[in-house]
């Protein structure tokens, strides 16, 4: 995203709405740092500019894929989702991405506020390729993903964009295990992250991944999605 500086007025209305607090005042005008931008297009979208001032300059690749994983309202071509572009484990009562006797895991790497480069995500893949997770094929990232070594394409690790989530399915028994290479490996980031666990209820309605939890010596909240009917328990 770019400000006219032609046009602009430095009445600062934009400022406030940047999550990345990427606009700055210089002097009479405010400015975007480049680099700092994940091309959300909230700044131009929230339309608060008297003058009309921000303009969306046209995003090639490598730099596209802020606004691939950062503007809310992209539409992922992979999949046809807005937003980071995946159902997430969340949803597993209608899209059964793991079944009984799996967990599934989604890392959320940055968020509005921060963000993350993509070469702090990278670390992440890198080490659970290295472990031997399959990553969850119906999330876009998984795409730039090399799923032997975890690498992302050269080009894009610079990048930075608000937020992407990394998926992937293993079994209960190694959820001990694969939390002690993202606990290793997260402590060498530089920016936030967050690690859903999910699994699935046991038939006398308890959550038997807890133990494990608190074995794992980490905070964690338990948050439960009721299924009502709604959605079709596909996996059994
Ligand atoms: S596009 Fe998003 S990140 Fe970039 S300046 Fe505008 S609000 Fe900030
Ligand atoms: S809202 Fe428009 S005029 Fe005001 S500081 Fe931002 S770009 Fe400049």
Request: include cysteine; proline fraction near 7%.
């Amino acid at each position: 995203m770019k400000i006219d500086q032609e046009k602009c007025v430095g009445c600062g209305s934009c400022l406030p709405y940047c999550p990345a607090n990427a606009i700055k005042m210089a002097e009479a005008t405010a400015c975007i740092e480049l680099d700092e931008c994940v091309e959300c297009g909230v700044c131009r979208r929230v339309a608060v500019c008297p003058v009309d001032a921000i303009e969306q300059q046209p995003l090639e690749w490598p730099r596209a894929v802020r606004a691939i994983y950062s503007d809310p309202l992209n539409i992922h071509k992979e999949t046809g989702l807005a937003g980071r572009g995946t159902e997430e484990i969340k949803t597993n009562d209608v899209t059964g991405r793991f079944k009984r006797g799996f967990v599934g895991i989604a890392l959320e790497i940055g968020r509005p506020g921060i963000g993350a480069r993509l070469r702090e995500l990278e670390k992440l893949s890198m080490a659970l390729a290295r472990y031997g997770v399959e990553f969850e094929p119906k999330n876009p990232l998984t795409n730039l993903i090399n799923p032997v070594t975890g690498e992302l394409p050269p080009e894009i690790r610079d990048e930075k964009v608000l937020s992407a989530i990394i998926e992937f399915a293993v079994p209960e028994s190694e959820l001990l295990a694969v939390l002690e290479v993202v606990r290793k490996t997260g402590a060498t980031l530089e920016t936030v992250f967050s690690v859903d666990v999910a699994c699935r209820a046991g038939l006398e309605v308890r959550w038997p991944m807890l133990a494990t939890l608190r074995e794992a010596k980490t905070y964690f909240r338990p948050n439960a999605k009721i299924n009502v009917g709604l959605g079709r328990p596909l996996v059994e």
